[in-house]
């Protein structure tokens, strides 16, 4: 079982076997790739791509990709997933960060949502491709993420969304298709609560019997502009990877948006000793070897 960070600074926390860094948010924002990090780096969420290019933003039945349209749960911009100029340059960024990073992690690397995209292109596209309407779509997905392995010579791990059952029908991703170019994968299950352990549990099992691929989960930890009373107590997120652990997940990473973050999450770990007893019950290898690597933090907390 593998443990790492999530951040959004260049810095690394102990403790951990790996790090991986945003380099590129939803928001478009960039900055420099770290040798010794992974690079994760969103691909069609890019809020500055849309300031410089409002066409570009995916279109559907129930209006666009865009921050403030409540019939979709969209936070930021969303670049349709076929435009030719974005495909390139991210395509070219990607090789790059690649290059001078240990390895690419995209997300956002599909349509939107669902019913995404209905724009001029896109409607084009599928007309003349002779496949139905999902059909089509999984294969505007899958051959984008073959061109981004063919770009790619690291480890290239793909960030999917926590939906095992309609992640085709939303965003037009066949786990299966994915498996045959990625080396692994990352469920990102970021929750502001997890108070409920046994859905995380649920997903991490549909996802153990569907993914044909190892795969990670990443659990959220503290946010840009969180304060304590926004972010999901210690506790909470203790007792959830101790579910996601016994569910048969190979590894996790807890974001922050700085490593000093971190260090906090790992000393209340390690403080909350009663807790880590009780955990000891909750199930063979997989919780013990979570439990240890809490313990190994002794060592490394003030």
């Known amino acids: 079982m593998k443990f790492g960070t999530f951040t959004l600074e260049p810095k690394k926390a102990e403790g951990f076997n790996f790090h991986l860094l945003r380099v590129k948010t939803e928001l478009g924002t960039r900055i420099p790739p770290q040798p010794d990090m992974y690079s994760n780096v969103a691909v069609f969420g890019d809020n500055v791509a849309i300031r410089n290019h409002p066409d570009w933003l995916s279109q559907s039945p129930l209006g666009p990709a865009k921050m403030g349209n409540t019939n979709y749960n969209i936070y930021w911009n969303i670049v349709c997933a076929t435009q030719p100029e974005h495909r390139a340059e991210q395509l070219d960024y990607m090789e790059d ?81 994915l498996a045959k170019h990625c080396d692994l994968f990352n469920v990102v299950m970021f929750s502001k609560s997890y108070a409920t352990p046994w859905y995380f549990e649920m997903l991490t099992r549909a996802f153990k019997k569907l993914l044909k691929k190892p795969f990670y989960v990443s659990l959220y930890v503290y946010g840009p502009g969180d304060t304590p009373t926004d972010v999901p107590p210690p506790a909470e997120l203790l007792t959830v990877s101790t579910r996601i652990a016994r569910a048969g997940a190979d590894g996790f990473l807890y974001l922050t948006e700085k490593a000093s973050q971190i260090a906090d999450f790992q000393k209340a770990l390690v403080n909350n000793v009663e807790l880590r007893n009780r955990l000891q019950s909750y199930g063979g290898k997989p919780v013990q070897e979570l439990l240890d690597r809490v313990a190994s933090w002794e060592n490394i907390v003030d």
């Not at 960060?97 to 992690?105: A, I």
């Open 97 to 177: 960060v690649d290059r001078q990073s240990m390895g690419v992690w995209p997300n956002s690397q599909y349509f939107a949502e669902h019913g995404h995209c209905t724009c001029p292109r896109c409607t084009e596209r599928w007309q003349k491709s002779g496949l139905g309407w999902l059909e089509w779509r999984r294969k505007e997905v899958t051959d984008y993420i073959a061109q981004i392995r063919e770009r790619t010579k690291k480890e290239l791990v793909m960030c999917i969304q926590p939906d095992p059952v309609t992640s085709l029908e939303r965003y037009g991703v066949d786990f299966d298709d």
